[in-house]
């Protein structure tokens, strides 16, 4: 292992790739021979690194380009390489293999899908296709389909496939059919080999198969595998942290002859654990190559001195990393302001106050901020704030707020209950969730009401006698029937507009679809649903609005969803995801909901390693503010309807003192969580302490003003006392639901429980946060 530590042997500093380049990035180009990595801090520059050194390979080592491999995750990463290489060595550039994994390997994959048994111009799956595919399968085997929901199916086949397991391996596990006996799905297993069998039978992969089948050519082929391991004699590999066991396992093989592979990441930015990356691919990166070449790129040209060294301090508390030290020549900048809201809807205005506020002080564009959150629902709030003020804004990598499709359709659905002739909303909703109510059924309900005259109610709820019959006519009959209820219980006044959105969203069969779709996509729009009903509780709970109607409610939302189509060439205010901001930066950004079972999720706290990579997700949101990082949470939270205390986050407690603005000293964090959150809520405020180094500092009482700056205190007290839970146990998590416990672990003194929650699988949890509630004991 040779690790460099800053000394240059540049030996001609005058090739026009190099200008621009500090000491340690030379080193990264110019050493090309052998395993190297490339461990490339937030913001130190590694594209012009990467694209560099394959400039450098080809011009210095008289390799072809087509004998280079170079692989990224996105399209527009690798257009931008290209386009790099280019301005350097001309149009050969476009004869390199360069791409995406997916990209690349259907290449091979073409030339050599014979040895597979695949035609050349094999179909590629998408995901509609796979889901069409299973549920034919899953009536052929005549399963229920709400047991084995299609998309629940096709995420345990992608799970199982990324990690190297085929449907023979699987059916033959014993582990894999406990597994799926807990799921409910004992026959998984065989929707798996039939999946697989058709898919091969009608030549077609799906997006996993391309990798997969990728692997297989390569390890069980030696004529193929000697063909392309002399072919690609550099190999590059960019975002390495965000690889899975299928990609490592491709490169490493087609590397083990010219071993000159290259790879460049960050592991303090693995955050796509959820889509199979696995950060071991590069924390053993130096294993796997003994003889390696460390690189780090520890010079930060994108960000101030107080967010680097935020950045440094949040990230120490991580065990499991490739230790560096990020630092940076820029100015110091300003501290980092904390900002503290008695409700999300406060701390929505609150943000949106200080973006104005920095705005003009500042001479500044729109497009100098952006707004970051943990979940996509979380937009809503801060779309309004915004809309209020008139600032543009624009969503990435998600719809706003009101355009996704889930809360359109329960909009839909609100907006026929007040208006029975919305035609618009009829066509939404009539069939949705699905009531064998077709297309034929909805034209010809139309043309009978235009052909008599009738209103479209008359038609659906007075004549449809006259013109349908049989299951289609009771159909339509109860939906009608559905909507004149609600209708009448509105009319009559004797609920409010949340509780009628409520039993509308229930009674529908809307939120019900949508709770009982466990993946990840389901998850995210019933949140979505919930979100929308919280909107319409924090509506009629405000004391501003005369009219707290149904109604009028709807007429606010009109105007919202009413603005201009997004152009990214307009200057508006960036609004998105923390995972969607990975690559990206602003000068000015606002990470909001800075509070527990929001950030970390709750889905996040079951496991160190799971904490670790939502502590690195942390990370990645500090690092994409260039000069003023501003940090938000609510103390109330509407949650289910309701209004909600919520806690400060243990990750505001992980950033150092000196980057924060002013901050007041506080509660010191117990080593017991209990007693730090049993702390927190007491209505009496002493003099907070926090220890810094091996003191324990005094400050003054914690501040009541909406808002301040502060460093604070976590915990999560347990609902139950969990000193006597024992396996067999009913418990309740305050977001996975009711479990049965299934194990219990305790190693060097943390102790764990495995639950088997009734609607989602097993989880393993930390008892010290698991928030459970003990609902019945084991008998004696």
Same mark, same amino acid.
């Given at each position: 292992?040779?690790?460099?530590?800053g000394?240059?042997?540049?030996?001609?500093?005058?090739?026009?790739?190099?200008?621009?380049l500090?000491?340690?990035?030379k080193?990264?180009v110019?050493n +090309?021979?052998?395993?190297?990595?490339?461990?490339?801090?937030?913001?130190?520059?590694k594209?012009?690194?990467?694209?560099?050194r394959?400039a450098?390979?080809?011009?210095?080592?008289k390799? $072809?380009?087509?004998?280079?491999? $170079?692989? +990224?995750?996105?399209?527009?990463?690798a257009?931008?390489?290209?386009?790099?290489i280019?301005l350097?060595?001309g149009?050969?550039a476009?004869?390199?293999?360069?791409?995406?994994?997916?990209?690349?390997?259907?290449?091979?994959?073409?030339?050599?899908?014979?040895?597979?048994?695949y035609?050349?111009h094999f179909?590629i799956?998408?995901?509609d296709?796979?889901?069409?595919?299973?549920?034919?399968?899953?009536?052929?085997?005549?399963?229920?389909?709400?047991?084995?929901?299609?998309?629940?199916?096709?995420?345990? =086949? &992608?799970?199982?496939?990324?990690?190297?397991i085929?449907?023979?391996?699987?059916?033959?596990?014993?582990?894999?059919?406990?597994?799926?006996?807990?799921m409910?799905?004992?026959?998984?297993?065989?929707?798996?080999l039939?999946?697989?069998?058709h898919?091969?039978?009608?030549?077609?992969?799906?997006?996993?198969?391309?990798?997969?089948?990728?692997?297989?050519?390569l390890? +069980?082929?030696?004529?193929?595998?000697?063909?392309?391991?002399?072919?690609?004699?550099?190999?590059?590999?960019?975002e390495?942290?965000?690889?899975?066991?299928?990609?490592?396992?491709?490169?490493?093989?087609?590397? @083990?002859?010219?071993?000159n592979? *290259?790879?460049?990441?960050?592991?303090?930015?693995?955050?796509?654990?959820?889509?199979? $990356?696995? =950060?071991?691919?590069?924390?053993?990166?130096?294993?796997?190559?003994?003889?390696?070449?460390?690189v780090?790129? @520890?010079?930060?040209y994108r960000?101030?001195?107080?967010i680097?060294?935020?950045a440094?301090?949040? =990230?120490?508390?991580?065990e499991?990393?490739?230790?560096?030290?990020?630092?940076?020549?820029?100015?110091?900048?300003?501290?980092i302001?904390?900002?503290?809201a008695m409700?999300?809807?406060?701390?929505?205005?609150?943000?949106?106050?200080?973006?104005?506020e920095?705005?003009?002080s500042?001479?500044?564009?729109?497009?100098?901020?952006s =707004?970051?959150?943990r979940?996509?629902?979380?937009?809503?709030?801060?779309?309004?704030a915004?809309?209020?003020?008139?600032?543009?804004?624009?969503?990435?990598?998600?719809?706003?707020?009101?355009?996704?499709?889930?809360?359109?359709d329960?909009?839909?659905?609100?907006?026929?209950?007040?208006?029975?002739?919305?035609?618009?909303?009829?066509?939404?909703?009539?069939?949705?969730?699905k009531?064998?109510?077709?297309?034929?059924?909805?034209?010809?309900?139309f043309?009978?009401?235009?052909?008599?005259?009738w &209103?479209?109610?008359?038609?659906?709820?007075?004549h449809?006698?006259?013109?349908?019959?049989g299951?289609?006519?009771l159909?339509?009959?109860?939906?009608?029937?559905?909507?004149?209820?609600?209708?009448?219980?509105?009319?009559m006044?004797?609920e409010?507009?949340?509780?009628?959105?409520?039993?509308?969203?229930?009674?529908?069969g809307?939120?019900?679809?949508?709770?009982?779709?466990?993946t990840?996509?389901?998850l995210?729009?019933?949140?979505?649903?919930?979100?929308?009903l919280?909107s319409?509780?924090?509506?009629?709970?405000?004391? @501003?609005?005369?009219?707290?109607?149904l109604?009028?409610f709807?007429?606010?939302?009109?105007?919202?969803?009413?603005?201009?189509q997004?152009?990214?060439?307009?200057?508006?205010?960036?609004?998105?995801?923390?995972?969607?901001?990975?690559?990206?930066?602003?000068?000015?950004?606002?990470?909001t909901?800075?509070?527990?079972?929001?950030f970390?999720?709750?889905?996040?706290?079951?496991?160190?390693?799971?904490?670790?990579?939502?502590?690195?997700?942390?990370?990645?949101?500090?690092?994409r503010?260039?000069l003023?990082?501003?940090l938000?949470y %609510?103390?109330?939270r509407y949650?289910?309807?309701?209004? +909600?205390?919520?806690?400060?986050?243990?990750?505001?407690?992980?950033?150092?003192?000196? *980057?924060?603005?002013?901050p007041?000293?506080?509660?010191?964090?117990?080593?017991?969580?209990?007693?730090?959150?049993s %702390?927190y809520?007491?209505? $009496?405020t002493?003099?907070s302490?926090?220890?810094?180094?091996?003191d324990v500092?005094?400050?003054?009482p914690?501040k009541?003003?909406?808002?301040?700056?502060?460093?604070?205190?976590?915990?999560s007290?347990? *609902?139950?006392?969990?000193?006597?839970?024992?396996?067999?146990?009913?418990?309740?998590?305050?977001?996975f639901?009711?479990?049965?416990v299934?194990?219990?672990?305790?190693?060097?003194?943390?102790r764990?429980?495995?639950?088997?929650?009734?609607n989602?699988?097993?989880?393993?949890?930390?008892?010290?946060?698991?928030?459970?509630?003990?609902?019945?004991?084991?008998?004696?």
């Amino acid at each position: 292992m040779v690790t460099t530590s800053g000394q240059s042997t540049v030996a001609d500093a005058t090739k026009a790739y190099l200008s621009g380049l500090n000491d340690m990035q030379k080193v990264a180009v110019l050493n +090309t021979e052998g395993p190297s990595i490339v461990i490339a801090g937030a913001g130190s520059g590694k594209t012009k690194v990467l694209t560099s050194r394959i400039a450098h390979v080809l011009q210095e080592n008289k390799v $072809a380009p087509d004998q280079i491999l $170079a692989l +990224t995750f996105t399209n527009k990463a690798a257009a931008e390489m290209r386009q790099r290489i280019e301005l350097v060595i001309g149009e050969k550039a476009k004869f390199i293999w360069l791409g995406t994994f997916h990209s690349v390997f259907v290449k091979l994959l073409r030339r050599e899908a014979a040895h597979l048994g695949y035609p050349a111009h094999f179909s590629i799956y998408d995901s509609d296709d796979s889901k069409s595919l299973i549920k034919q399968i899953i009536k052929e085997l005549g399963l229920d389909d709400k047991v084995y929901k299609p998309g629940v199916v096709l995420g345990r =086949i &992608s799970h199982a496939k990324g990690r190297l397991i085929t449907p023979q391996v699987y059916a033959t596990d014993p582990t894999y059919q406990t597994e799926d006996a807990r799921m409910r799905m004992p026959r998984f297993s065989e929707i798996f080999l039939r999946y697989s069998n058709h898919a091969q039978k009608a030549g077609a992969m799906d997006f996993d198969d391309l990798l997969l089948h990728t692997h297989t050519l390569l390890h +069980t082929n030696d004529e193929l595998r000697a063909k392309y391991q002399q072919k690609f004699r550099y190999l590059f590999i960019d975002e390495f942290q965000d690889t899975n066991l299928v990609q490592y396992g491709i490169v490493k093989k087609l590397a @083990e002859q010219h071993q000159n592979i *290259c790879v460049v990441g960050d592991d303090a930015q693995s955050i796509y654990a959820f889509r199979g $990356a696995d =950060i071991q691919n590069i924390l053993h990166f130096t294993r796997d190559y003994p003889n390696h070449q460390m690189v780090k790129l @520890e010079q930060n040209y994108r960000s101030t001195q107080h967010i680097v060294h935020a950045a440094n301090s949040i =990230i120490s508390h991580n065990e499991a990393q490739l230790k560096k030290k990020v630092w940076t020549e820029n100015t110091a900048g300003e501290s980092i302001d904390i900002v503290r809201a008695m409700s999300d809807l406060e701390e929505s205005r609150l943000v949106v106050d200080s973006l104005l506020e920095q705005k003009l002080s500042n001479q500044l564009l729109y497009k100098d901020f952006s =707004i970051l959150y943990r979940t996509n629902n979380q937009s809503r709030n801060f779309e309004e704030a915004l809309r209020k003020r008139n600032v543009p804004y624009r969503i990435v990598g998600g719809f706003s707020f009101y355009q996704r499709k889930e809360v359109k359709d329960l909009l839909a659905y609100f907006r026929f209950v007040v208006n029975h002739n919305d035609a618009e909303a009829f066509k939404k909703i009539i069939n949705m969730p699905k009531r064998g109510i077709g297309p034929i059924t909805i034209d010809k309900i139309f043309a009978v009401a235009a052909e008599k005259g009738w &209103s479209l109610w008359e038609t659906i709820g007075s004549h449809l006698d006259s013109f349908l019959s049989g299951s289609t006519a009771l159909a339509v009959s109860r939906f009608a029937t559905f909507i004149k209820n609600v209708a009448l219980r509105l009319d009559m006044e004797k609920e409010n507009a949340y509780t009628i959105a409520t039993t509308i969203a229930q009674e529908s069969g809307l939120l019900k679809e949508l709770y009982e779709d466990k993946t990840v996509e389901g998850l995210a729009r019933h949140a979505h649903i919930q979100e929308l009903l919280n909107s319409i509780k924090a509506f009629i709970d405000n004391p @501003e609005n005369s009219d707290p109607s149904l109604g009028n409610f709807l007429q606010e939302i009109a105007l919202i969803t009413n603005g201009d189509q997004d152009n990214p060439d307009k200057d508006t205010v960036t609004l998105m995801t923390i995972h969607s901001s990975k690559g990206l930066e602003f000068k000015y950004v606002y990470l909001t909901g800075m509070e527990e079972e929001l950030f970390p999720s709750p889905m996040m706290i079951g496991s160190k390693m799971d904490l670790e990579e939502e502590r690195r997700l942390f990370y990645v949101a500090v690092t994409r503010a260039k000069l003023k990082l501003t940090l938000s949470y %609510a103390l109330s939270r509407y949650r289910f309807g309701k209004l +909600t205390s919520t806690r400060p986050s243990r990750f505001l407690n992980e950033i150092a003192l000196d *980057c924060v603005n002013s901050p007041p000293l506080q509660a010191q964090i117990a080593s017991n969580p209990k007693t730090s959150s049993s %702390a927190y809520r007491s209505k $009496a405020t002493p003099k907070s302490t926090i220890k810094k180094g091996g003191d324990v500092l005094e400050g003054p009482p914690v501040k009541t003003s909406s808002r301040h700056y502060a460093h604070l205190p976590h915990g999560s007290a347990s *609902c139950s006392d969990l000193t006597t839970l024992q396996v067999d146990n009913e418990v309740l998590h305050t977001h996975f639901g009711k479990g049965k416990v299934v194990e219990l672990v305790e190693a060097a003194g943390v102790r764990k429980a495995v639950v088997l929650f009734h609607n989602i699988g097993e989880k393993t949890l930390l008892l010290n946060y698991a928030r459970l509630q003990i609902l019945t004991k084991k008998p004696v």
